[in-house]
C-alpha cells in the first residue's frame, strides 16, 4: 500500500531563513504527489502537485518541490520565510487504481521574527 | 464559484443526538469526500463517494452513514453522538483522472464538540 512519511511534526525557523519541509512515499512512482497548506481555522488548500511534466514544481506564495525518483522524495522549499507562511503544510500522493489519496500526518510550521 | 461549501461551520451536541454535516460543490466534480481531523492524527477519511450512487468505507466509518444526494451534495450523519466524534470535519471534491484522483479541493470545516 502506498503511505507517504512526514520527518518532523514540527519545523521551527527564523523569518527570512529558507524552509525545508520533507515528504517521502513508498516505492511506486504514484502519478501524482500534492503539498497542501493548512491555514489556522481553514480548510486544505493546494501549495503545489507534481504530473511527471517536470521534477521541479513552482507553487504559490514562493514555495517549489523537487521530484526526486531515487530517493522516492518531493521536499517542499521556500528560499525565505515570511510570517504568513506560518501554517500546517500536508504532503499526499494519489495512486493508479484507487480514488483515495494517501495524506502524511502534516508538519506544522512555526516562523519566529 | 463557491467552490465547497460546508454547514454548519460549528455544532455542540449532547451524547446520543444526532445530526447531519451537509457537503455541497459547484465543480462538477465526481468524487467527494469526508475527513474528521484530530490534534496529532492528520486527516482520517470516513467515507468516500467515487462517483454519484456510490459510497464506500474509509479509514474510520464507525458511528457515521453518508448519503450521495446528487452528483453535488454529500452528507455525513452522526446517528448517536458520541464524545469521541468531536472532532473537525471536511468535506472534498475532486475530479478522477484515469484509475487515480486529482487535486482535492476542501470546504472550510465543521467543528462539532460532543459534550
Known amino acids: 500500500a502506498q503511505s507517504v512519511t512526514q520527518l518532523g511534526s514540527h519545523v521551527s525557523v527564523s523569518e527570512g531563513a529558507l524552509v525545508l519541509l520533507r515528504c517521502n512515499y513508498s516505492s511506486s512512482v504514484p502519478p501524482y504527489l500534492f503539498w497542501y497548506v493548512q491555514y489556522p481555522n481553514q480548510g486544505l488548500q493546494l501549495l503545489l502537485k507534481?504530473?511527471?511534466?517536470?521534477?521541479l514544481v513552482k507553487g504559490i506564495n514562493g514555495f517549489e518541490a523537487e521530484f526526486k525518483k531515487s530517493e522516492t522524495s518531493f521536499h517542499l522549499t521556500k528560499p525565505s520565510a515570511h510570517m504568513s507562511d506560518a501554517a500546517e503544510y500536508f504532503c499526499a500522493v494519489s495512486k493508479g487504481g484507487s480514488y483515495i489519496p494517501t495524506f502524511g500526518r502534516g508538519t506544522s510550521l512555526i516562523v519566529h521574527p | 464559484n463557491a467552490g465547497v461549501t460546508q454547514t454548519p461551520k460549528f455544532q455542540v451536541l449532547k451524547t446520543g443526538q444526532s445530526m447531519t454535516l451537509q457537503c455541497a460543490q459547484d465543480?462538477?466534480?465526481?468524487?467527494m469526500y469526508w475527513y474528521r481531523q484530530d490534534p496529532g492524527m492528520g486527516l482520517r477519511l470516513i467515507y468516500y463517494?467515487?462517483?454519484?450512487?456510490?459510497?464506500d468505507k474509509g479509514e474510520v466509518p464507525n458511528g457515521y452513514n453518508v448519503s450521495r444526494l446528487n452528483k453535488r451534495e454529500f452528507s455525513l450523519r452522526l446517528e448517536s453522538a458520541a464524545p469521541s466524534q468531536t472532532s473537525v470535519y471536511f468535506c472534498?471534491?475532486?475530479?478522477?483522472?484515469?484509475?487515480?484522483?486529482?487535486?482535492?479541493?476542501f470546504g472550510p470545516g465543521t467543528r462539532l464538540t460532543v459534550l
Open positions: 507534481y504530473t511527471s511534466a517536470a521534477t
Open positions: 465543480m462538477n466534480h465526481n468524487s
Open positions: 472534498a471534491s475532486s475530479v478522477k483522472r484515469g484509475t487515480s484522483t486529482d487535486t482535492q479541493y
Open positions: 463517494s467515487a462517483s454519484e450512487g456510490t459510497t
